[in-house]
């Protein structure tokens, strides 16, 4: 009985590793958990067809929006750890932990992660009418007129919300939050003057920042952007480590063979050195990033507590 064991380990194994070694011979589902459109998902099919064109294989991406993410995330994770399933995520998936407690799967066990691809970090921006115009006179004015000034997020629970209230939670600031359906609607009040300031992207805002209906405050960023060299970063203007970034990144479920994920990690790698890809993301305000499926999974960890720190402090609720 232990011999048959064994050798049916031992069995299992060699076909794994067979299967491994023969990836991709089939086309990859790579499930986004948002609409199509946007820089997000541009960035996705990017990243499709590129990984594909060196992997040898079609890799379709497959938009499945709804109830925050968490029914693509469930999907990928019921799926089979094969490497033919992957998830194209953001920071949804380290949020919506805190804010929705009775998830059905395992953020941090149901997955294995693969590696970033990407990142945008966000802007802070003001309507030209403020009455400041860069970010110690933001910081200045809103210590001194507590609740008067308002700033707007795509809604409760989403990255813009976390991560000002973050920044606020740390500067000990009090400015109020309307929360909007959606991005378009909030950077339309922004522009309005209904709201005063907003987390954005470099992306959506730069056009209205040249034509002087926005003013860039500074980045949430390590490092200052080539598009806008002349912006400061958050961390640079007194807040030494803040950061608030869109991160994406790719995971597969619990249980995908290391060869698959190493394969599919060091192809990642190879995409994000090319110049040309490099210069296709830069030129739409995305910074091309990858890390170790390690490192990977210690960031998620810690952004996991974090939010959940934010979202405690803040008193965020979906509701």
Known sequence: MQLC???????????????????PDHPITMILPFP????????????????????????????????????????????????YTLLFTTPNHTINPAIL??????????????????QIPELLVANSKQPFSDFKGFVDYARKNPGKLNYGSAGNGTLPHVTMELLLLQLGLNVVHVPYKGAAPAMNDLLGGQIGVKLDTITTSKPYIDTGRLKPLAYASDKRSPLM????TIAESGLPGYEGILWLGILGPKGTPPAIVDKLNKTIAEMD????????????????VFNSPQAFQQMISKEIAQWKDVVQRAHITVN
């Open 36 to 83: 199509a459109g946007g820089s997000v998902d541009a960035v996705a099919r990017l990243t499709a067809a590129e990984l594909g064109k060196r992997l040898g294989a079609t890799i379709v991406v497959e938009n499945v929006p709804g109830a925050g993410g968490t029914i693509s995330t469930q999907r990928v994770a019921r799926a089979a750890p094969d490497g």
């Open 273 to 288: 050195k090319d110049p040309e890809i490099v210069k296709r993301l830069t030129e739409m305000g995305v910074e091309p």
């Open 5 to 23: 064991r064994t050798l049916c380990a031992a069995l299992a194994i060699t076909a794994a590793g067979a299967a491994s070694a023969a990836y």
């Open 101 to 118: 407690p009775k998830l059905p799967f395992d953020t941090e066990k149901d997955f294995a992660p693969v590696s970033l691809v990407a």
């Open 229 to 232: 060299p002349d912006v400061p």
